[in-house]
């Protein structure tokens, strides 16, 4: 039975210390506001392995002081029971620069010293990446980041990692979930404790001397050149890494960039850009035209805290924005050229041997990326000799499965995932826009030295590896109930994998579907994994499936696509990755959009089920 209204509004009103969200639940509980009271107090906004983002209001369901509190008591209580010596390895707490963020940090602060633990808190702005590295190297139990990353002006949100420096993943979020419920009445009403406690500890300066050190170590080896005949302009879209990425400059040896002076400073805002993310179309637009007024041959930008990357450069011209998969390839074939001509991964270069510089073998080498990115790195690595792992989508699941390789002996110098999120080095097993910015900077000003663009460059890689291109898009779908109808059919149509009870398409686009993994929970299936038929990869909460499909008409076309479809578990969307691959790039964009079409009208029947599109 649900609880009554009144009941959640008075149990807000009975815990919440802040008296400004307070008052606004009481004015509209004064005005009778039911269906904005429902919105906001109905569900309690759930902590899952991104821990917590939403809007900033008062509410159950949103971000505010009573929410973070709360989570933050359990989360103390959690990492307490499960992860040894807690209270004295101590805990790391970040923030950016968002309308609460520096409060909110505080709080967590606040919520771990009031059970005698000890609190590394970051003092000022920093950028995300700087909390999984202090992780690391204070040994420290956990680490919490104040951010919502690229997310609009009005949200906010709490990013957990675990003592491993990798943002938590199962068991650990349902437990920590379940902390929270059983950790409700708030300990901590302010953050007086953090001024009158001797146990929170500022070491800022000192993790980030040690990050630029860090950095140092992505230096090109061979790098014998100043990098002044290349410009750059950068922006950090009104967020934190502008500092961050100019010193990076700097180790790196090159002279400054040109900012992107409207978008250079913190602004929570976001004043110029309605979505502060560099994806977004039209984000970029006040950096190439700074470009532009400054001659600049390549554009750079973070997202607001400065974990992810994105890039443009001037073709005669013409400004190309590279996707996240092409600027993944580019990293990944520039990480493997530089053990290639070093003998030692990139992130262990500088004064730092590995192994007392001893070259380890190829076989030795991997790299992983999210299932849904593009297989371009995969066919690299099946043409070098080293090994590629794909795993789920996040880098809950990119820097954990990096760690499992090390355990088992390889070196994991690079991963990613398509939304423009790129780790480098064993330092961070996190994305990291500045280090990312660092790279990419290295690698145009190699390849200018060498008379060539990272647009020529990429054009040959595609000549010797395969051309490949995507088509990633979403359908709007609201109501759940058709979302289910949509993947009961694509479960249930023709013979793929019949012989196990299951019957999946078994053509799209004029392919034939070659292969096919389910990794939706309760529907689990591989059908290249005989004779058990279980997925290698864990299962996922919401839908996902993933096929595989090529030509098999004789001739010269060699091409084929992988097609992922799954939910989306934060908007009401059906999203799906596509990537075409071939020797022939006009059979392959030409054999997307036949695969979009066949998607939209067969698969999910589209106009039929109201979808919308972008």
Known sequence: MDTPLEDLVKEWLRLDPNESTRKDVEQLWHNNAIDELERRMRTRIEFGTAGLRGKMEAGWSRMNDLIVIQASQGLCAYVLEHVKNAA?????VGHDHRHNSEKWAQLTAAAFIANDVKVYLHKGLVHTPL?????????????????????????????????NAVQIIGPHDVGIAQSIL?????????????????MCIDCTEEMKRGYFVSLSHLRTAALSFSGGSVA?????????GGPFASKAFEIAGFPPFTPVKEQQHPDPEFPTVKFPNPEEKGALDLAITTANAKGASYVLAQDPDADRFSAAENCDGKWVTFTGDQLGTLFAYHVFETYKTSGKPIGKHGDIPLRACLKLPLGKLAMVASTVSSKMIEAIAQTEGFRFVDCLTGFKFIGNTALDLVKAGYEVPFGYEEAIGYMFGSDIRDKDGVAATMVFAQLAASLRARGTTVTVHLQELYRRYGYFETSNSYFICTDPLVTETIFRKIRSSDVMGSSQGRSYPSSIGGLRIQSVVDLTEGHGYDSTNAPTYQPKLPLSLGHMIQFRAFSDSAGTDDSRIVLTIRTSGTEPKIKYYLEGSGSNRQAVHSLLGRVVDDLAEDWMNAAENGLGRP
């Not at 750059?232 to 934190?240: D, I, R, Y």
Request: aromatic fraction near 8%; glycine fraction near 8%; charged fraction near 15%.
């Open 182 to 198: 059983q950790n409700l009445e708030p300990r901590v009403h302010d953050a007086s404790q953090i001024v009158e406690s001797g």
């Open 131 to 163: 909390v999984p590295f202090s992780v690391k190297a204070l040994n420290a139990a956990c680490g919490v980041m104040i951010t919502a990353s690229h997310n609009p002006k009005q949200d906010n949100g709490y990013k957990v990692y675990w003592e």
């Open 88 to 92: 004295t390895r101590g805990v790391v």
């Open 232 to 240: 750059f302009v950068n922006t950090s879209m009104h967020g934190v």
